[in-house]
């Protein structure tokens, strides 16, 4: 994709560090959990990444849930921005599972990935939500709230920030950039990474994926 023809630059952001991902437990929406030590040191980092006019932030965006809040908060100060937040962008509702350590599923996980995997993406997480679900309210969301309203013609691309979770940053690449849903899994995610993609007016375009060196 040609610079010229990219109305907006897009940086997903999978927020910092919590005790429930240092101990590899469930969040999803129904656990509001804050940051801990090294996710507000990793918020400062992300802060950090965007220093300089070259890298100026036009609109922030989080989900409604503190850990997205507390990872954008010192971004919206280094650059005098708002945050608006959104229930839209909230993490995957992951029902039974919230708050339950990943390891005691395994046999239940593994089978319900194999089952996206295989194109089965309508079947959700007992009592919560599944990835097609997701996708519809948070495309839904980016398309009607984020994207509209700009006109890049005789402008530099627009850049906006959406500090979100790692499974919704999985669902909504995943089709953005063509993999389908069933290979949402392949895309990396770790606290503090950076995607940054263009949005053209049509479709989306990777510029960089999974950006961490700011967290070394």
């Not at 989900?63 to 908060?73: C, D, W």
């Amino acid at each position: 994709m040609q610079e010229a023809s990219i109305r907006t630059i897009l940086y997903l952001i999978r927020h910092g560090q919590t005790d429930y991902n240092a101990s590899q437990r469930f969040q999803g929406r129904g656990i509001d959990a804050e940051l801990n030590e090294v996710g507000r040191k990793q918020a400062e980092a992300v802060a950090r990444y965007f220093k300089g006019d070259s890298m100026a932030i036009d609109r922030l965006y989080c989900s409604s849930l503190k850990r997205t809040a507390e990872t954008a908060t010192p971004l919206a100060h280094a650059q005098n921005l708002q945050i608006t937040s959104s229930i839209h962008l909230d993490e995957m509702d992951f029902g039974l599972l919230e708050g339950a350590y990943v390891a005691d599923h395994l046999p239940y996980l593994r089978e319900l990935q194999e089952q996206w995997r295989s194109g089965q993406t309508n079947i959700p997480v007992h009592e919560g939500e599944h990835p097609e679900q997701v996708y519809s309210r948070a495309n839904g969301y980016v398309n009607d709230v984020v994207l509209k309203g700009y006109e890049s013609e005789g402008r530099k691309p627009e850049k906006v920030v959406l500090v979100v979770h790692g499974r919704l940053i999985r669902i909504l690449l995943s089709i953005w950039l063509g993999y389908g849903l069933e290979q949402m899994d392949e895309i990396e995610h770790s606290n503090g990474a950076i995607y940054e993609i263009g949005w053209d007016g049509r479709g989306f375009t990777p510029i960089q994926l999974h950006i961490t060196e700011h967290l070394a």
